[in-house]
């Protein structure tokens, strides 16, 4: 734990919304299986699940928290439109939960953001819009939307709507592993990890919860260890869903995380590069590198005091073609002015 303050009633979302975000959510998102991961058990000497948020409609796990915010807008706002800034996930997201529940939908994206991402999310009727080289200039933009042209903002993380659904992976995990030890989760803004702690800690309050952050750019780690909000300088890397920052206004996630993640970890782009490879090639799986951090956790050993049964989650699969068959081939892969080698 990052704080020593034990009191959990007073944080913003609680066991009930992510309760009630399981109903709403129910029509959009899928409950994703568990794939036993035999030979990441072995290697890390633990039981080892790995959760498919892959298999989401849309590619990741952000759905689950996109589409319980949307369904909970007031009814007569049907027909407005709904903007976000996205690192590509969350903005495919909103596309999809948009149109499902009759919204019209803008993201905004920076320059960092693939290609391939940005199609994607036009493909499902969104309009798209590029601006500045940071997720911070395409967060601007989506502020100045709903400031002048009376836009609905949906945050990728710092709402409890979106926390709350999030968190429904969470109740799917406790219902599928009985026995439980501890769970492995991506974390950027803490929309993810906030979510599936508080319906963990709730349920079971001995399972630990542990973050795996990208070293480049670690926000929500780095505010964690300076006990207040802190801004990182955000670099290209293979991860690069978990890119931006927390936000200086930062009203949910952080006291969230402060109160429920037990520690977070650091991986290297090297790691992540050996872990989408290893995804592929013992499990046929298709993995981004956000994807792919919890997997580079336990096979850089950088995990090695836990024990016992834990769960992975493999939060998305929407990966650049050319990127994935490069590093699937084992060769070279550029990242910004870097060149990774696994
Ligand atoms: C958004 C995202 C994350 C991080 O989620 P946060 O709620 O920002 O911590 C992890 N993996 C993928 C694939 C994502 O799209």
């Known amino acids: 734990m990052y704080t020593s303050d034990k009191n959990t009633d007073c944080l913003p979302v609680d066991l009930e919304a992510v309760r009630s975000a399981q109903r709403a959510i129910r029509d959009l998102a899928v409950e994703t299986p568990l794939l036993r991961a035999d030979s990441l058990s072995e290697i890390s000497n633990m039981a080892v699940h790995l959760k498919l948020e892959t298999l989401q409609p849309t590619g990741s796990f952000k759905i689950r928290g996109a589409a319980n915010l949307i369904s909970r807008l007031p ?55 590029r601006v500045g080289t940071s997720q911070d200039d395409a967060m601007a933009e989506a502020a100045v939307l709903v400031r002048d042209e009376g836009c609905i903002p949906v945050p990728p993380f710092d709402h409890p709507d979106i926390v709350a659904g999030q968190g429904t992976i969470g109740l799917e995990l406790i219902a599928a592993v009985p026995d439980l030890d501890s769970v492995i989760v991506p974390l950027s803004g803490g929309g993810l990890i906030a979510g599936i702690a508080t319906a963990v800690k709730a349920l079971r309050p001995g399972v630990q919860v542990i973050g795996v952050s990208m070293e480049r750019g670690a926000a929500m780690q780095a505010s964690l260890a300076a006990g207040r909000l802190v801004e990182v300088v955000e670099e290209p890397t293979l991860a690069d869903s978990l890119g931006g920052g927390i936000g200086l206004d930062n009203r949910f996630t952080f006291a969230l995380c402060r109160h429920l993640v037990d520690r977070v970890v650091l991986v290297s782009e090297i790691d992540i590069y050996r872990a989408i490879s290893h995804l592929f090639r013992c499990y046929g ?14 096979l850089s050993g950088r995990l090695s005091e836990i024990a016992g049964s834990t769960v992975v989650v493999v939060s998305g699969r929407n990966i650049d073609p050319d990127q994935f068959l490069t590093i699937a081939a084992g060769k070279p892969v550029e990242v910004g002015s870097q060149v990774i080698r696994g």
């Not at 009759?102 to 009727?125: F, M, N, Q, T």
């Not at 799986?285 to 336990?298: D, F, Q």
């Open 285 to 298: 799986l298709v993995t981004e590198g956000a994807g792919a951090v919890g997997a580079a956790a336990l």
């Open 75 to 129: 009814k007569e706002w049907r027909g407005r439109t709904v903007v976000c800034a996205s690192t590509g996930n969350h903005g495919r997201a909103v596309a999809y939960a948009a149109r499902a529940l009759g919204y019209r939908a803008i993201v905004c994206l920076s320059s960092l953001v693939p290609k391939v991402k940005e199609d994607a999310i036009a493909a499902l009727g969104a309009e798209t819009r």
